[in-house]
């Protein structure tokens, strides 16, 4: 049995190079869309200060450079998935994640932040000193050769980029008969670069945004393939090219265009959200009814597509062009709920006693939650442990000084909310430059028992760690948004000097 489940080795990065320690006024973590945005931001509203981005990899992209498995695309439109401030020139809607990944490096070039990336720079660790008035970001840095060296990077601010799950180590869970199994397993994390499933017999483990991105794209080169899903997942098509696109940009250009488009889809995915969390009983008809057209007539909904919880208590995955369901209707794909009571040695037996045949198990049974990166934070000497902190404005910690982070939404693009909260960071240290402050420290005040995680949903990934997430309230400075409309009150225009937000 063959397992792809670790990390690939680097291609290219500067961990012999780079030198000594850097002192500079904010340290990002994370050379992703999240911390290329940032950092662009910090020059674009000319705040004057000095950053470094530090990468544990060798690559800008983030998640766009990690997962490379077939067929592999954004999960939400790219015209609110893109930066505000770079408008997305092709015509995709949902886009491809090469087209994403290039995307996001172009950025870095045009805006002149690839300099400032230090690659093979993994965090391990970030130490505030209230007497320096300074965090000390420890490093473990890759060289060419292998071997790691330590580097201190000093900094007033620390932003965290890196996203919210681990990039070394993905969920695989317990498969009885694993070893009898003679197939390969893979988990598309780490997909083999150049792997050839032509003519497999494959089982997609799993029901979310991944296994529905995977299946159309395998099912144009495999013998078959059968989704295995414990509890079916709400899927609603998109168009993968939006017919808007091309005549906007002849009338308006492609700067206005993309403002435009990107107004239209905030207020469709707004309105949508809205509406389905409002009325559940019809937007499960709703969208079941989008299923149907694909599908051939008289296929039953209930058990594949119908899940046991209301639209939005997960998020809802997209289908673009209906291309999942159109496979099922062509036979070339085809969706199991049960799930595994063991493998053998040529394929997977179901609770139910279906013998399902596989050489090809792919485990996309999603990620390791790992809020701020697993870094190891410490003030003046006392260790921070995330899921006892509240997040403030969904970008500081209580009690932990000059510290941001970056989480965007679940229930929409998850840009939409890094672009706000890395344009309110600029509005805060431009507040704390005219007024002389050097320290920002919010305080939670309120009853602790009464808060919930910041990722307050039912996804397995997220449910499996939530201890670990930083806690929100349900009102004020202290809960997080879901509007971005709201969100752009408060972050781009709502006041800095809160009560809550203690300067110094």
Not at 75 to 86: E, L, P, R
Not at 96 to 107: F, L
Not at 421 to 450: N, V
């Amino acid at each position: 049995m063959a397992e792809a489940n670790e990390q690939p080795a680097g291609r290219t990065g500067n961990g012999d190079d780079a030198g000594g320690g850097i002192d500079v006024d904010v340290a990002i973590i994370g050379a992703g869309i999240s911390g290329i945005g940032t950092a662009i931001e910090l020059g674009r509203r000319e705040t004057g200060k000095t950053f470094a981005i530090l990468e544990a990899r060798d690559a800008i992209g983030g998640t766009w450079d990690l997962f490379r498995y077939p067929g592999i695309r954004s999960d939400s439109d790219v015209q609110t998935f893109s930066y505000g401030f770079k408008p997305w020139t092709g015509d995709t809607m949902i886009a491809p994640g090469e087209e994403i990944r290039d995307y996001v490096r172009e950025a870095a070039r045009e805006y002149g932040v690839e300099d400032s990336i230090r690659f093979r720079h993994k965090v391990a660790g970030a130490h505030w000193d209230s007497a320096a008035k300074k965090w000390t970001v420890t490093c473990e840095v890759t060289r060419d050769d292998g071997s790691v060296r330590t580097e201190a990077v000093h900094a007033t601010w620390l932003f965290n980029a890196s996203g919210y799950y681990r990039y070394d180590k993905a969920n695989n869970p317990e498969l009885p008969g694993r070893e009898d199994f003679a197939g390969e397993i893979i988990h598309p994390q780490y997909w083999p670069e150049g792997f050839d499933y032509s003519g497999k017999k494959i089982v997609v483990l799993g029901s979310g945004a991944t296994a529905v991105t995977l299946i159309p794209s395998l099912a144009e080169k495999a013998e078959s393939v059968t989704m295995l899903q414990r509890t079916p997942t709400y899927m609603f098509p998109l168009p993968r090219v939006s017919p808007l696109v091309k005549p906007l940009r002849r009338l308006f250009g492609v700067e206005r265009a993309h403002h435009i488009m990107r107004a239209i889809h905030i207020e469709f995915q707004a309105t949508q959200y809205s509406i389905l969390r409002r009325f559940p009983a019809f937007g499960r008809k709703f969208i079941e009814s989008f299923a149907k057209r694909y599908l051939p007539a008289g296929y039953p909904m209930d058990p594949d597509f119908t899940p046991p919880y209301n639209p939005w208590d997960q998020r809802l995955c997209v289908v673009p062009d209906g291309d999942l369901f159109t496979a099922i209707a062509e036979g070339d794909a085809e969706i199991v709920t049960d799930t595994i009571d063991h493998l053998t040695s040529d394929g997977i037996v179901t609770r139910s006693g279906k013998h399902l045949p596989c050489d090809l198990l792919v485990t996309a049974t999603g990620f390791i939650l790992q809020p701020l990166g697993g870094i190891a934070l410490s003030v003046d000497g006392q260790p921070i442990e995330v899921g006892k902190h509240a997040a403030y404005k969904g970008i500081m910690l209580s009690d932990v000084p000059n510290l941001a982070f970056a989480v965007g939404y679940t229930n929409s693009s998850w840009t939409l909310k890094i672009g706000l909260l890395a344009t309110h960071f600029t509005r805060l240290l431009r507040y704390m430059d005219e007024r002389g402050y050097r320290i920002a420290t919010p305080r939670f005040s309120g009853d602790f028992s009464a808060t919930r995680p910041l990722l307050d949903f039912g996804a397995g990934y997220v449910k499996r760690n939530e201890d670990k997430l930083p806690r929100v309230f349900d009102s004020g400075t202290w809960t997080i948004g879901n509007r971005y409309v709201d969100d752009r009150k408060v972050l781009l225009k709502g006041r800095i000097d809160d009560p809550d937000l203690h300067f110094s």
